[in-house]
T-cell receptor, first 113, second 115 residues
Framework: QQQVKQSPQSLIVQKGGISIINCAYE??????FPWYQQFPGKGPALLIA?????SEKKEGRFTISFNKSAKQFSLHIMDSQPGDSATYFC????????????FGAGTRLAVHP | ETGVTQTPRHLVMGMTNKKSLKCEQH?????MYWYKQSAKKPLELMFV???????ENNSVPSRFSPECPNSSHLFLHLHTLQPEDSALYLC??????????????FGEGSRLTVL
């Protein structure tokens, strides 16, 4: 129940295309859903996040779509660029006290020029 | 120095060695975390310290021993490790007062290889 399932494991997209990464969860106690981006040799960094009372959040080329009834959320990267090549992790948070994040297994994105 | 810094960045040790990983955060946060990152697996939360008190220990083997002397420093003491402990160990910090944004600030990690 504490798991967050992420797919696909890896993704290859042409420059200018749309990258889509999907995640699913079971625990309805999760109340915040961030996405993290990790470049090689670096730690993960927060990219964008959404609360379950919102169905979509957009920041620049990055959009989170959230389906509360299906317990699924996804990251869309529009006009994907080679600089977006990184590993993306979805996560789910149970608020209260410290930030207890449950991470997905990650998606390695490669954007080809 | 800014953000979260981890040392050493790379560490190779034998199974009988004793070593320590160090983490320092310069963000004024009150919570610090150790995560283990292995290939193709989710980041695994190991330990959490909130206001210097350990609040989470995710069934981590006793060969990993955390220490948090103050809210800015976190250590992970390693002894008699196994080859399967080879991984990237990530330190993170967060602020837990006020609105909870779910944001962790990660260091660049310490790549550990156990021979």
């Amino acid at each position: 129940q504490q798991q967050v399932k992420q797919s696909p494991q890896s993704l290859i997209v042409q420059k200018g295309g749309i990258s889509i990464i999907n995640c699913a969860y079971e625990n309805t106690a999760f109340d915040y859903f961030p996405w993290y981006q990790q470049f090689p040799g670096k730690g993960p960094a927060l990219l964008i996040a959404i609360r379950p009372d919102v169905s979509e959040k957009k920041e620049g080329r990055f959009t989170i779509s959230f389906n509360k009834s299906a317990k699924q959320f996804s990251l869309h990267i529009m006009d994907s660029q080679p600089g977006d090549s990184a590993t993306y992790f979805c996560a789910a948070v149970i608020s209260g006290g410290y930030n207890k994040l449950i991470f997905g297994a990650g998606t390695r994105l490669a954007v080809h020029p | 120095e800014t953000g979260v810094t981890q040392t050493p960045r790379h560490l190779v040790m034998g199974m009988t060695n004793k070593k320590s990983l160090k983490c320092e955060q310069h963000l004024g946060h009150n919570a610090m975390y150790w995560y283990k990152q292995s290939a193709k697996k989710p980041l695994e939360l190991m330990f959490v310290y909130n206001f210097k008190e350990q609040t989470e220990n995710n069934s981590v083997p006793s060969r990993f021993s955390p220490e948090c002397p103050n809210s800015s420093h976190l250590f992970l003491h390693l002894h008699t490790l196994q080859p399967e402990d080879s991984a990237l160990y990530l330190c993170a910090s967060s602020q837990t007062s006020g609105s909870n944004t779910g944001e962790l600030f990660f260091g660049e990690g310490s790549r550990l290889t156990v021979l």
